[in-house]
């Protein structure tokens, strides 16, 4: 299983986290996707993960990945 780590700097609140959840969890390969809005961190965990489709799933739901 492969993890990618993501900084979202825009994240603020439980929307943004849904957002940013569901968008990437809809991405080809991802099992599980973990969202810190502490740290602006998303942890995104699956097989034959694709950086520049997550990426566009971030952006896709309104944020940049960092």
């Known amino acids: ?12 609140c439980a929307h943004c ?5 569901e968008e990437l969890g809809s991405a080809d390969g991802v099992e599980s996707v973990e969202v ?3 740290t602006k961190r998303v942890v995104v965990r699956g097989s034959s993960l694709d950086d520049a ?3 566009a799933a971030i952006e ?7």
């Open 36 to 38: 810190d809005l502490t």
């Open 60 to 66: 896709e739901a309104g944020y940049e990945a960092a």
């Open 17 to 21: 986290e849904r957002a940013v959840s």
């Open 53 to 55: 489709a997550l990426r």
């Open 1 to 12: 299983m492969e993890e990618l780590v993501y900084n979202v700097p825009g994240m603020s």
